[in-house]
Nanobody
């Protein structure tokens, strides 16, 4: 199974920001649509956003995120980042990046928000927001 690697999680106070990063030692993210999900204790894995090869963003996230999270792509660095701003305690979760090789699809394509649409996953990075 193709693997991704997340980094950048940590413990912060409410209102702080974090930058999560996703990369792959096995394949080029430039040929993939990459999405971010999160999973809080006792809850299911929920989709946040997907970024296409061309940089188009599909927003899946729950209303509570309300534009505080933004996904970016840096093909020169072979990374996809998720910027988390104005963090709240309810944002505490394990954050995952997930990818799908889509070089045969149009550059603006992103799969829908189901986890089954993304065959490659990272191990997750923990984000804890508390005072």
């Amino acid at each position: 199974q193709l693997q991704l690697v997340e980094s950048g999680g940590g413990s912060v106070q409410p209102g702080a920001s974090l930058r999560l990063s996703c990369s792959s030692p096995e394949f080029s993210l430039a040929d993939s649509a990459v999405a971010w999900f999160r999973e809080a204790p006792g809850k299911g894995r929920e989709a946040i956003s997907c970024i296409s090869r061309a940089g188009n963003i599909s927003t899946f996230h729950v209303d509570s995120i309300q534009g505080r999270f933004t996904v970016y792509r840096d093909n020169a660095k072979h990374t996809v980042s998720l910027h988390l701003d104005s963090l709240r305690p309810e944002d505490s979760a394990v954050y995952y990046c997930a990818g799908k090789f889509v070089r045969d699809r149009r550059p603006t394509y992103c799969p829908r928000d189901s986890t089954s649409n993304y065959p490659a996953w990272g191990q997750g990075t923990h984000v804890t927001v508390s005072s």
